[in-house]
């Protein structure tokens, strides 16, 4: 339209000044005023045309034209000169659960819900009323995350768990470079299952011994140090926010609650082209101070939280601290993963012989629909689904396979706590990203059990564990 204008305004100017050559004649009065009024209606035509064209450029538009561009300029040169966005600019981005960020600033929703059952098979002789069909809501955590700018930030959680509202990851952080400090409630470094994601384990729960030996997120502040294939974790460490709360107070917490502990991790992760390998080593000092004054006891469930029997029991101890360490070895190789941990913890008695238990687990397991099993940070995280359920092409999202032998020996000195060995079979299903259902099985057999069936402390249960996941 631009060419049909310039040609008819030119052709106009042409027949107005072609009897008139400026240089080369004179005019008079009446011809002045003629050529006055021919060069004022075709201003008028010429405005008229434009406004035309100004209503042309949006019903392009519409019709998904492309719209008439400057002159000399292609659609991605208008593009680069377009104002880029500013600081000032809040964006929404999208992660499971919105993400809002705003120049160096950013905050991230955060939720998880889980719903657990199981079923305890344990011989007829064992009275025990946890046995059977078990089911509870195991999780239900709300919270958020998200950077201040000028590289600090903060974690938020609250969880609902046991019908009470605990504190999970709160605290507040500082990244510079390789340097990442955090000040708050959380974990410790004590081993790599502990500090795999509930949401994103291999299989339901958790080696024995993390749950045996009392790991938790307790306050502290934690520096770690990240660089190729080296991660450096140190902290100091008090006690759990529940232990330390005025609503404790008293020879178990509060105020009397004095105990503190240093915890440290390092852990190299080499790549060899789609091989990653870990190798890990954790070290744990834990002074237990006026808690000394109270009995420490290690116990253990029967692979289900949803149980609240205990079949391993060290019963009462008298300690004044304890002395830990563990070894990780782990690794992926495309859909196939590996990982194995061996940890000792050794119990302080003034006066008396010092116990040390041992638990440890070794695992392999397989992605059957190709995808592998994400790493970083030392950890390793979930599986996404190459093909996610409902993606119009037949998806059938991830599925992976698991299986794991468990151990853990409570039996030492003069403690008779027990031992259990595991055999655990798991498999889990992620038809789309952040929605997980998990399916287990375990036989453990039992020797010096807590719990007798009839006169025997020695002997096998069965069970078979599910659970329905949302992480976001």
């Known amino acids: 339209m631009n060419g049909r204008i310039s040609l008819r305004i030119g052709t106009a100017l042409a027949l107005v000044a072609a009897p008139y050559p400026l240089a080369a004649q004179t005019i008079s009065a009446t011809e002045a005023q003629e050529l006055r009024a021919q060069i004022a209606a075709l201003k008028a035509q010429v405005q008229q045309l434009e406004s035309r064209l100004d209503s042309a450029v949006p019903a392009a538009a519409q019709q998904g034209q492309a719209a008439p561009t400057p002159a000399g300029q292609t659609p991605a040169q208008m593009a680069q000169a377009a104002p880029a966005q500013t600081d000032s600019d809040t964006t929404v981005g999208w992660k499971g659960s919105p993400v809002f960020s705003k120049g160096g600033a950013s905050f991230k929703v955060k939720g998880r819900i889980q719903y657990d059952a199981g079923l305890l098979r344990a011989p007829d002789s064992v009275m025990d009323r946890a046995t059977g069909y078990s089911n509870e809501l195991r999780r239900l955590r709300l919270g958020g995350e998200g950077q201040l700018g000028g590289g600090f930030g903060y974690k938020l959680e609250v969880e609902l768990s046991d019908n009470k509202v605990d504190a999970v990851d709160t605290y507040i952080s500082y990244e510079r470079g390789k340097w990442l400090v955090t000040l708050g409630n959380q974990n410790q470094f004590q081993s790599l299952d502990e500090l795999v994601g509930d949401t994103t384990g291999s299989v339901?729960?958790?080696?024995?011994?993390?749950?045996?030996?009392?790991?938790?997120?307790?306050?502290?502040?934690?520096?770690?140090?990240?660089?190729?294939?080296?991660?450096?974790?140190?902290?100091?460490?008090?006690?759990?926010?529940?232990?330390?709360?005025?609503?404790?107070?008293?020879?178990?917490?509060?105020?009397?609650?004095?105990?503190?502990?240093?915890?440290?991790?390092?852990?190299?992760?080499p790549k060899f082209g789609d091989t990653q390998l870990h190798f890990g080593l954790s070290g744990h000092w834990r002074d237990l101070q006026r808690?000394?004054?109270?009995?420490?006891?290690?116990?253990?469930?029967?692979?289900?939280?949803?149980?609240?029997?205990?079949?391993?029991?060290?019963?009462?101890?008298?300690?004044?601290?304890?002395?830990?360490?563990?070894?990780?070895?782990?690794?992926?190789?495309?859909?196939?993963?590996?990982?194995?941990?061996?940890?000792?913890?050794?119990?302080?008695?003034?006066?008396?012989?010092?116990?040390?238990?041992?638990?440890?687990?070794?695992?392999?397991?397989?992605?059957?629909?190709?995808?592998?099993?994400?790493?970083?940070?030392?950890?390793?995280?979930?599986?996404?689904?190459?093909?996610?359920?409902?993606?119009?092409?037949?998806?059938?999202?991830?599925?992976?396979?698991?299986?794991?032998?468990?151990?853990l020996d409570m039996n030492d000195r003069d403690i008779v706590g027990g031992t259990q060995k595991a055999y655990i079979a798991a498999l889990v299903w992620t038809p789309v990203e952040y929605l997980r259902f998990n399916l287990n099985y375990a036989h453990i057999n039992y020797t010096d059990a807590a719990i007798l069936a009839g006169s025997r402390s020695n002997y096998g249960v069965n069970v078979l564990g599910w659970r329905a996941e949302l992480d976001f």
Not at 249 to 267: Q, T
Not at 313 to 321: E, F, R, V
Not at 376 to 388: L, R
Request: aromatic content about 12%; hydrophobic content about 35%; overall charge negative.
């Open 291 to 407: 808690l000394a004054e109270n009995p420490q006891r290690y116990r253990q469930r029967p692979f289900l939280h949803t149980v609240n029997s205990y079949f391993l029991n060290s019963g009462d101890i008298a300690a004044t601290g304890e002395n830990h360490y563990g070894v990780e070895l782990a690794g992926s190789h495309g859909p196939l993963w590996w990982a194995g941990e061996g940890h000792w913890l050794r119990v302080r008695r003034p006066g008396l012989a010092d116990p040390t238990f041992f638990g440890g687990y070794g695992e392999i397991g397989y992605v059957l629909t190709g995808e592998t099993r994400s790493y970083k940070n030392g950890i390793f995280g979930g599986v996404k689904p190459a093909n996610p359920v409902g993606n119009g092409n037949g998806g059938l999202g991830a599925w992976q396979v698991t299986l794991r032998y468990d151990y």
């Open 204 to 269: 339901m729960e958790r080696a024995a011994f993390t749950d045996a030996f009392g790991f938790e997120r307790r306050l502290g502040l934690a520096v770690q140090y990240r660089s190729g294939i080296v991660l450096a974790q140190a902290g100091i460490f008090s006690d759990n926010i529940d232990a330390l709360a005025n609503s404790s107070d008293g020879p178990n917490g509060g105020d009397e609650n004095n105990s503190y502990g240093i915890d440290g991790r390092i852990v190299l992760a």
